[in-house]
């Protein structure tokens, strides 16, 4: 069977995936190319004493060595611009740049990489986050309070974002509660963990550069390249080709400024290929570690009344896009429930560790699974079954929530029920097998974005987007927005997409965005090219435009199917010789979407179209080791109407495995020093096919008001939010002990069963 | 270290998927690097260096090998099949057909390693149960799909092909 047999929901860029054909960055050639090579501090905190690079210059076959001194002297980054491209004059963790070499082999460039000389004073690293925020604690950012700030992002030491939640009054609704309960969880920093290591590729043509580069946002990254070189936008363009997975580790830009700088500077397209340790050591888009305290008061019914927590999350040495992480991770800490009296505190803390960013649903894991457990532990409390506590407590359609939002039309309590009823919740299990419960949320977005649409004289069509695809599918669904406004086949539609010198800016691939916002955005364009071309039609049919119909390919008028023309034939009448539509999302109006939040407001105090989720698992605990199987997992999921649905089950598929990794064995490990001590794939472990449990995933497709295309939430994130809680709830009713670190490895069930301190032992 | 001044070359004809290829290279070479930059073929991808991942996976004499971790020089005279030589000209192998038509292929990075894995486990065991193919595969890394409906299609096609 050839491709062009393939059904409806065949992804356009599918049969270059399964043929080898496809090209991803790493397989990018350019005539004279040279190999790039990062010299990295290696050292987490230090003053750098001497750095000289001029006999790695001076090795035959090394074209370029850049420093700090040979780029533009420019701090960036949203929120604190904390960030240069090379170290200046201290390192704050292992991973950060001092150098880049581009010569001709991979042997010269590791040849001129250990000829820069590079010495330093080391300083004590600081990676304790309470250590970190105590008074007269030594400094990341010695210098902070002279760097540029934007946006709300009150900050103070190594506080670099502060962010608190306030309702009602907390302190003494928690004085009446007829039980309180207080956790303590923390949370291990984990990783994206795209199966492409991230590549980069530069050429300059005259004063233009051409980056071919894995970001999930190319718009970003050519900001970042502007910005970090001080080139107009005209000047730069992105192209991402193939993307070997994100999961937001590849959110933005990050390396294309540094390579587009050797190219200009080595007169030679310039090659950057990550080995898999530096994927692990050298991204600014960690998973960041948290520690997370919670006290909740309930009343003698079982309902909350009061919640209280404090949030200390791990920045690393810089900010990447992690301004907003406070303020997300005390949303999760509220959690989807009705508390009318809540005070959260959420402070992301500067280390020596490597930076934080976006990671798929970022700080959700680990906030929903704290506050998971710990509503577990509530239930437990008062003698009420966790599925019973959540029906009591979860926030339903017109409820007003922990920020003080109210809800329109959601479907948290359904999803509760389904994956319940799925899972066969309250049935009788094996000794060593129990379920567990979960509920989390995430939001949709607003963002601006563009798409293009151009009907050509032949009729074929091209839809231009600045959407990314990391391969959710996203992209791939735009077309059938767009093949059902022409009425066409979405195989007559090809797409261009990642290519920043085509397309409208967008966000790329980041937030669950791409069909909430580029959506639209496609949806408006391919209107555009419609309504050209029935009027058109109407000018051959002899009829009024607002009676045409697009179906079919054909353009007819409504009630007389059998008068029609094709729309082939009126796309090379038309006078321009081709037919353009153009549109934004900027000029929508969004409800206004209130909650409390006192400080940091990044725009989560409260959520647009937000997705719920309920994940019940069953899991099986070897009690001799501590071991730990995921043996089903239940998922329903309010993410609005489904478009996709064989893409849309295979983000649910794929967030839950993801959850389950960083459940049970996803946990990066740290010397003293702060140094990564598992970056590779055998010692940080991923789930394998042999791990992966039977997964069923329930949508429940409810209208929701201020929803993307046709009543579509965001979805790709939403999966990756309850994974984690329900499984320590699972391990926990299983081995009637609680694990309050993450991943819940073999090692940590296994001391909680035998009332071990690993801390200790 | 070698530099290029002092680099020896071995003259090594590789076969793949029916092709002779010519190719002068170092006896450290891996077979994924030769296969991508001397032959010219970069559907075998590089996920790890280091046997972790299979997104490197091809076969050699039918068998499954992280092409990584594998000499080039030692594969000569032996026939090497990529993700390239799995489709009889324009029709799909029934593997790719149907790892796409049912959903489990998203961002394709380890599409060409599992479908090199699973084509060696359905030549072998035509008929293998569901914990054979998760045998067969435990290999092959995939960060995207959580494995279900890559599962799934090599089942159905085990289902078709026998």
Redesign the interface.
């Known amino acids: 069977m050839a491709v062009t047999d393939m059904p409806e929901f065949i992804r356009a860029d599918g049969p270059d995936k399964v043929t080898g054909t496809g090209r991803y960055t790493a397989d990018m050639t350019l005539t004279g190319q040279l190999v790039a090579k990062f010299k990295y501090a290696e050292v987490t905190h230090a003053i750098i004493t001497k750095l000289d690079v001029e006999a790695a210059r001076a090795i035959p076959g090394v074209f370029a060595v850049l420093t700090a001194a040979d780029v533009p002297d420019i701090r960036f980054t949203y929120g604190i611009a904390d960030r240069t491209l090379f170290a200046t004059d201290r390192v704050r963790f292992e991973g950060e740049i001092v150098a880049a070499v581009a010569a001709i082999s991979d042997d010269v460039a590791q040849q001129a990489l250990d000829a820069i000389v590079f010495e330093y004073d080391e300083l004590p690293p600081i990676v304790d986050l309470e250590a970190a925020i105590a008074d007269g604690a030594a400094l990341v950012h010695p210098d902070v309070d002279s760097y540029v700030v934007t946006g709300d992002t009150p900050h103070s030491g190594n506080v670099a974002t502060h962010s608190s939640i306030a309702m009602g009054n907390a302190e003494e609704a928690m004085s009446n509660a007829a039980t309180v309960v207080t956790s303590r969880y923390v949370a291990d920093a984990s990783h994206a963990t795209p199966i492409e290591p991230r590549a980069v590729v530069a050429q300059w043509e005259g004063e233009r550069v051409t980056v071919y580069t894995s970001t999930q946002v190319p718009f970003d990254a050519r900001n970042l390249v502007c910005e970090a070189l001080e080139l107009p936008a005209n000047r730069v363009r992105i192209i991402a080709p193939h993307l070997g997975g994100g999961f937001g580790g590849k959110c933005g830009g990050h390396f294309e400024p540094h390579i587009a700088a050797l190219a200009r500077a080595a007169k030679r397209p310039v090659k950057l290929v990550f080995s898999r340790w530096e994927e692990f050591i050298a991204p600014d888009r960690r998973r960041e570690g948290m520690i997370i305290d919670i006290t909740t008061g309930v009343d003698a019914d079982g309902k909350i009344v009061a919640r209280t927590g404090n949030i200390l999350l791990d920045n690393g040495a810089y900010l990447a896009d992690s301004a907003f992480f406070p303020q997300a991770a005390a949303m999760h800490v509220a959690g989807p429930y009705v508390i009318p009296n809540v005070f959260i505190d959420s402070r992301l803390v500067y280390t020596n560790h490597q930076p934080s960013g976006s990671v798929r649903a970022p700080t959700a894991p680990q906030g929903c699974w704290a506050v998971e457990s710990h509503t577990d532990e509530i239930a437990a409390a008062i003698g009420m079954d966790p599925l019973d506590f959540r029906r009591k407590n979860i926030v339903t359609t017109g409820s007003v929530g922990a920020v003080g939002q109210t809800y329109d039309e959601i479907g948290l309590d359904q999803c509760l029920e389904l994956a319940a009823e799925s899972a066969g919740w309250g049935n009788d299990l094996p000794d060593d097998e129990a379920l567990g419960i979960s509920v989390g949320w995430w939001p949709s977005f607003h963002s601006p974005a563009g798409a293009y649409a151009k009907m050509h004289g032949d009729g074929s069509i091209q839809v231009i987007t600045g959407a990314s695809e990391c391969g959710t599918g996203s992209v791939m669904t735009l077309r059938m927005l767009a093949a059902d406004e022409l009425g066409v086949d979405q195989t007559d539609i090809e797409l261009v997409y990642q290519d920043t010198g085509a397309a409208p800016a967008g966000p790329g691939s980041s937030g669950s965005m791409t069909l909430f916002n580029h959506g639209r955005a496609v949806e408006r364009a391919a209107r555009q090219i419609a309504d050209q071309i029935k009027e058109l039609a109407a000018t051959e049919l002899e009829a009024n435009a607002a009676d045409i119909v697009l179906a079919d390919g054909k353009a007819s008028v409504a009630g007389t199917p059998t008068v029609s023309v094709p729309i082939v034939e009126l796309a090379g009448s038309s006078p321009d010789g081709e037919i353009l539509g153009s549109a934004t999302t900027e000029d929508i109006e969004w409800p206004e979407i209130k909650g409390s939040t006192c400080l940091g407001d990044q725009g989560f105090s409260s959520w647009m179209a937000p997705q719920f989720s309920c994940h019940v698992v069953r899991v099986k605990v070897d009690k001799d080791t501590g071991v730990s199987r995921v043996l089903e997992v239940h998922a329903a999921h309010d993410s609005g109407t489904i478009i996709n649905p064989i893409a849309a089950h295979g983000q649910i598929e794929g967030g839950v495995t993801m959850g389950i990794g960083q459940a049970l064995t996803e946990g990066t490990q740290y010397d003293d020093a702060g140094r990564q001590r598992n970056a590779g794939l055998l010692e940080y472990k991923l789930q394998t096919i042999a791990d992966a449990p039977k997964i069923t995933t329930q949508f429940v497709e409810i209208y929701t008001p201020n929803a993307g295309p046709r009543g579509a939430k965001g979805l790709a994130e939403a999966p990756n939010v309850a994974t984690c809680g329900a499984v320590n709830n699972a391990i926990s009713a299983a081995i009637g002990k609680r694990i309050y670190q993450l991943p819940m490895t073999a090692e940590r069930v296994w001391a909680a069963m035998n009332d071990i301190s690993l801390e200790e032992a | 270290?070698?530099?290029?001044s002092n680099r020896t070359l071995n003259a090594v004809e590789l076969q793949v998927n029916g092709v002779a290829y010519p190719v002068a290279i170092e006896t450290s070479r891996n077979l994924s690097g030769v296969l991508?930059?001397e032959v010219g073929?970069?559907?075998?991808?590089?996920?790890?260096?280091?046997c972790?991942?299979g997104?490197c996976m091809v076969l050699l004499d039918g068998q499954p090998i992280n092409s990584c971790s594998y000499l080039a020089v030692q594969a000569q005279g032996r026939e090497i099949t990529?993700?390239?030589g799995?489709?009889d000209g324009?029709?799909?192998h029934p593997l790719?057909?149907n790892?796409?038509?049912?959903?489990g292929?998203?961002?394709?990075?380890?599409?060409?390693g599992m479908?090199m894995s699973a084509t060696a486990l359905l030549e072998r065991n035509p008929t293998p149960t569901e914990d054979e193919?998760?045998?067969g595969?435990?290999?092959?890394?995939?960060?995207?799909?959580?494995?279900?409906?890559?599962?799934d299609s090599v089942a159905a096609t085990a289902v078709e092909i026998s």
């Open positions: 270290m070698s530099t290029p991508r930059d073929l970069t559907g075998t991808k590089e996920g790890c260096d280091d972790e991942c997104a990529t993700i390239e799995l489709a324009d029709d799909l790719q057909r790892i796409l038509a049912m959903g292929v998203q961002c394709g990075f380890c599409t060409p479908l193919i998760k045998i595969l435990s290999g092959n890394l995939c960060r995207c799909t959580g494995y279900a409906k890559i599962l």
